[in-house]
C-alpha cells in the first residue's frame, strides 16, 4: 500500500516509519523541512519525502492523488499559545485536500476526552478529531493519555522530577488519575488499525492495564530506579507557578508547561479496551514501560525523542534557511588548531554537549543556560537524543543542529536560546586544523550590546574549548 505520514520528523512518526518499511509499504513523507529529516539509508528507496507545511493550502498539491491510508501525527501545542487555531486551520487543509485523493482511511493519534470539562489542549484534539471525521475517507481515531517511552515528553518530566528532587511539595493537581500506555504500544495500535475495516469510522481509547495518580506514577518510576522520594501535595497552588515549577525544574519549555499543567488536571482515563481485543494487543504495564526505556537509554537506542521535534524549539525555523552562515552585519569569533588526530576530534566534536558537556568551563555554560531558563528560553535541559551520533534537526542543549556530516568533519550549530540577534557555532576540521567559528549577527543596538559585554567570556570560554577539543597547545587563532 501507500501510505502518507505527516510528521514524519515527530516522535511517534520516526518510530512508526520503520516498521511501515519492514511490513513492505511505500511511505510518502510529509516534512516542513526536507533538510531535518534523515531517515537511514537502508530505507531511503522504499520512502518519498515531499516538503509540506499544512498552514500552506498551495503547497499541499505536492501529495499526490493515489493513496491508500494516510497518518495524522499531527500537533502544535508548543509552537504558539494560538495552537489550537493553528491546529484547527492544519486539519481543515488536510481534510480538503485528501477529500480530492483516493485515500481510504485516515488514522488519527488523539488524546482522551472523556470528561465533560476540558483543558485547551484537549479541547483542540476533540476538534482536530470532528474536522477529520467530515471527510470522505473512513476515520480511526486513537486516544492516547500519557505516552511513555525513551525520548517521549512525559517520560522526559516525569524523569527529571524523580531524579532531581528528592523532596516535592507539588501541587493538588498530582492527585489526578491517568492511565499511561508504553510508546512501543501506542506504535503497535497505529500499525494494526491500518487498513483494517473493523476500526473504520470510530474512535478508541488506548491505555496501559494501570489507572494512576501523577504522584502514584512518579512514586513508581523512583522505585523502579531504586530511589526514595517523598512527595507532599498542597491545595493550593496558582497555574501560573505550577507552570514555572514544571518549566525550571524540567527540560520542558514554558509554553509546553502551561499546556500540561492545564491538562494535568483533566482525568485521562479510558471508557473501554475493546479495542484491545479488536487488534490483539495487551498493553504493557507502566513499570515495564519504564524498565523498557532504560534499555533504550543505557544501551544509547533512543529512535526519536521529543526534544528534536521542530515544536520544540523557541524559533519556528526552516533549517535550510540558515546552512549558509552569513558574514554581512556579523561579529565573528574564529579559532584554528593543528589536530593531531582526525578522528579523536571528530568523535569529541560529535560526543559534545549534553552529559558530556562542553569541555571547559562548563559552570559558565551552566550559568548562561540558567539565565537563558529565567528569560523564557530552553536552557541546558534539553541535553541530546544520543551520546555520540548528531543528525540534522537534532536538539543539542540550547542549540540545534543544522548541518552533521562526520566524514567531513563539520557540524554547525543555530541558538535557540534568547539572544537579541541569531547566532551559529561551527566546527570544521580542513587542511589537519579544526577551525572553531562563533557567528552573531545581532539585532539592533541591544544586539551590538550584547555580543560586546560578553566579548571577555568569549575569550575564555571559546578558546578554552578548541584547546581541549584538540589537545594542542599551540595557538593561531584568527580572532
Known amino acids: 500500500m501507500t501510505i502518507l505520514l505527516t510528521g514524519a520528523t515527530g516522535y511517534i512518526g520516526k518510530r512508526l516509519l520503520p516498521i511501515l518499511i519492514e511490513n513492505g509499504h511505500r511511505v510518502i513523507c510529509c516534512v516542513r523541512d526536507p533538510n531535518r529529516f534523515n531517515p537511514v539509508a537502508s530505507i531511503r528507496p522504499f520512502i518519498e519525502i515531499i516538503q509540506v507545511d499544512f498552514l500552506d493550502e498551495k503547497s499541499l498539491n505536492k501529495i499526490p492523488s493515489h493513496i491508500d491510508v494516510a497518518y495524522y501525527l499531527i500537533h502544535s501545542m508548543s509552537t504558539s499559545t494560538e495552537y489550537d487555531k493553528l491546529e484547527e486551520i492544519t486539519a481543515t487543509n488536510f481534510r480538503e485536500h485528501l477529500n480530492k485523493t483516493y485515500v481510504k482511511q485516515v488514522i488519527y493519534l488523539s488524546g482522551i476526552v472523556n470528561e465533560d470539562k476540558l483543558s485547551k489542549h484537549l479541547k483542540s484534539r476533540k476538534n482536530v478529531e470532528n474536522i477529520l471525521g467530515k471527510g470522505r475517507y473512513s476515520l480511526t481515531s486513537l486516544r492516547a493519555g500519557i505516552i511513555m517511552g525513551s525520548g517521549s515528553a512525559s517520560f522526559e518530566i516525569i524523569r527529571d522530577l524523580v531524579e532531581k528532587l528528592p523532596i516535592m511539595i507539588a501541587p493538588k493537581w498530582l492527585n489526578t488519575k491517568c492511565q499511561p500506555i508504553g510508546i512501543r504500544d501506542v506504535i503497535k495500535f497505529l500499525e494494526k488499525s491500518l487498513h483494517n475495516e473493523a476500526v473504520f469510522n470510530q474512535n478508541f481509547d488506548i491505555g496501559g492495564p494501570d489507572i494512576l495518580s ?225 557567528t552573531f549577527r545581532p539585532h539592533g543596538l541591544l544586539g551590538r550590546l550584547y555580543w560586546y559585554s560578553i566579548l571577555p567570556l568569549h575569550g575564555i570560554v571559546f578558546k578554552g574549548m578548541i584547546n581541549e577539543i584538540t589537545k594542542h597547545e599551540h595557538d593561531i587563532s584568527t580572532e
Open 214 to 438: 501523577y504522584k502514584e506514577m512518579l512514586l513508581e518510576f523512583a522505585k523502579v530506579r531504586g530511589l526514595r522520594r517523598w512527595i507532599y501535595t498542597i491545595p493550593i497552588m496558582p497555574p501560573k507557578l505550577s507552570s514555572y515549577w514544571l518549566y525550571f525544574v524540567t527540560s520542558t519549555s514554558y509554553k509546553l508547561a502551561v499546556s500540561l499543567v492545564e491538562s494535568m488536571r483533566v482525568e485521562v482515563v479510558c471508557r473501554n479496551n475493546s479495542i484491545n481485543q479488536i487488534l490483539a494487543v495487551q498493553p504493557e504495564a507502566y513499570a515495564k514501560t519504564i524498565q523498557r526505556a532504560f534499555l533504550k537509554i543505557d544501551s544509547n537506542e533512543i529512535v526519536s525523542s521529543w526534544k528534536d521535534s521542530q515544536i520544540s524549539g523557541v524559533k519556528k525555523i526552516n533549517i535550510s534557511d540558515f546552512i549558509d552562515v552569513p558574514d554581512y552585519g556579523c561579529f565573528k569569533d574564529i579559532r584554528e588548531r593543528e589536530v593531531v588526530s582526525h578522528k579523536e576530534v571528530v568523535n569529541k566534536i560529535w560526543s559534545i554537549g549534553g552529559n558530556n558537556g562542553w569541555y571547559y568551563a562548563n559552570v559558565l555554560w551552566k550559568l548562561r543556560g540558567f539565565i537563558d531558563k529565567i528569560f523564557g528560553g530552553v536552557g541546558l535541559r534539553r541535553g541530546r537524543t544520543n551520546a555520540t551520533t548528531l543528525a540534522a534537526g537534532d536538539a543539542l542543549d540550547f542549540w540545534r543542529v543544522l548541518y552533521a556530516n562526520k566524514s567531513e568533519g563539520r557540524l554547525l550549530l543555530f541558538a535557540e536560546m534568547k539572544v537579541p540577534g541569531e547566532a551559529w557555532l561551527e566546527f570544521k576540521i580542513k587542511d589537519n586544523k579544526l577551525i572553531q567559528t562563533a
